[in-house]
């Protein structure tokens, strides 16, 4: 079974378009955050149009996995905590997002909600404690912000993670975290594209211009993960 992960694409068109195309040579594909970007020239309302036209396309071809970033939010909650409510609306037969989990296999996949505040923050706890207890085999998770201290959240001059992501891995112990959120971590001197926290292995494709963007393969057959960019391919091991 192969997982294609990418993340950050923020309206990067072409890229959506490569995603549609290669989607069917995997067995699911994951965006990990960020699918729009609040810096666009194009307004929220019609960059989400427009975005949810190429999620629902690509869902056809295979199943698809979205969590969101901090880009991605278009409404607040009572506490003027950024929610992404277009992602959760956009929710399909394989399109499964926000809040939501699917099993591949005996692979849990649970999709974590970028958190904003101590309310969306307690309500992705409340969904990661609800799931723990449904966990058959190994369990992996998207979240859009990568771990503190480790080389997937180096931006080259700071660490720029989520510490209470750390706390979260080293209670729950998940096999895989699907991350974004930092583009440059896996090209800058100190950063990567993996880690290991414990016995969890954390990801960040990271980003770059053009029409390809850099994207991770997780082969569970093979027990292999490879990461393509522009300028390099890297490959190891999860065994
Ligand atoms: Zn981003």
Known sequence: MRLL??????????????LMKVADRY????????????AGTLPLG???????KYLERISQKRSLLV???????DSVNLQNEYIATWLTQVRGDRLYVDGQSLEIGTQRM???????????????????????????????WLHHAPPNG?????????DAG???LNRLIAQYRPTYVFCGHIHLSPFRSGGSWYDRLGDTWVFNPGKQIGEIPTYIIIDLTE???TWVSMDDTDSISLA
């Open 150 to 158: 480790s080389p997937i959240s180096w931006t080259g001059k700071k």
């Open 27 to 38: 067995d699911a594909v994951i965006i990990a955050g960020d699918l729009l970007d609040i």
């Open 67 to 73: 969590c969101s970033g901090n880009h991605d939010g």
């Open 162 to 164: 989520d510490p209470n």
């Open 110 to 140: 649970t999709i974590l909600p970028w958190w904003d505040g101590p309310e969306t923050r307690q309500k992705m706890e409340e969904f990661l404690e609800r799931e723990s207890r449904c966990v058959r085999g190994p369990w992996a």
């Open 5 to 18: 992960v990418v993340s950050d694409l923020h309206f990067t068109l072409p890229q959506l378009d490569w």
């Open 223 to 225: 027990n292999r993960a």
């Open 46 to 52: 019609n960059q989400i149009l427009i975005i949810s």
